[in-house]
């Protein structure tokens, strides 16, 4: 009993040599958080944009990084990626710490309010700064809460973190990069709107439609319809994407209107069910319509 008790506390005080990027239940975020050390302690980053909702109630030791702080008008376009020096500036105001493990976590369980994709947002910008270790709560606040595990209204601010600055920008695109790689056979675009925002049946956008050849997959397609914070069985999800002709042969380029829809769906597809080659365009439709000289189209596409 006691070796099982020497190696019980190991795997927990050893969490950050296991590094990955997935999704972790609940109990096992709550196990983490409670059973570490002050050392090894993952670093917990509340990342809903509402900042009342922190204050009415979340995870202990939780950091809150309001997601859009990351992000600003650049050129008149809005909702940019802040550019690196301030980027490093800010993760490291939240305690971002390369090389230790992140529980990113937000609310927002009914459509069309679903913060999951501040989530993966958050994500994937500490991806991109090197951040090896992250972990999505599956299910956000709403399933932690309904599995009667504690919330806090006490403040948490992290020790200042260890960002130097990117160091993965493979992960994202430009937009020269999706125009130059959809001309390659072997490359798919995938866009993670809505349907009717796809084929431009909106209010929202300056232009209309999608880029050219990309194929319409809706994120929350993924997400179970009682919490839209939590993913669907990995095997019926796999289904849905190789019907739509998302399979794992291509090099995969999503975007959606902002990039939050987009980082979804590229953390499902490239961390959840294994695809090896995919990359999120970082400026995404808002930043495509604004130029004017890019052609645009409404008719819907099939791979």
Known sequence: MKAIGLLLLWTILSVD????????????A??????STTENRPIVIDTRGGYKDYF???????????????????????VQYLPEDITTVLLNRAGVQPGKTHIVYATGDKLPNDEILSTSMVAYVLEKYGVTDIRI???????????SLPVTQEYFG?????????TQPEIGAT????????????????DARPYNEYIGDDDVWLRKGHIPGAISFHWAKLMETDNTHKFKALDKNVLELEKAGITKEKEIIVYCGTSREGSLLRFYLKHVAGYPRVRLYEGSWKEYASMK???AEVKPNAK
């Open 30 to 35: 709550h196990q983490l958080i409670t059973q």
């Open 175 to 190: 937009v020269q990069e999706v125009l130059e790689a959809k001309k390659q056979d072997n490359v798919l675009v995938v």
């Open 137 to 147: 709560v599956d299910g956000g606040l709403a399933s932690w809460q309904k599995e």
């Open 56 to 78: 009415r109630g979340h995870i202990p030791k939780a950091h809150h990084l309001n997601f859009d702080t990351l992000r600003g008008t650049d050129l008149g376009v809005p």
């Open 158 to 166: 992290n020790p200042i973190g260890t960002v130097k600055g990117v």
């Open 17 to 28: 040599a296991i590094a990955e990027i997935t999704v972790i239940s609940p109990q096992e």
């Open 293 to 295: 000289d890019l052609p």
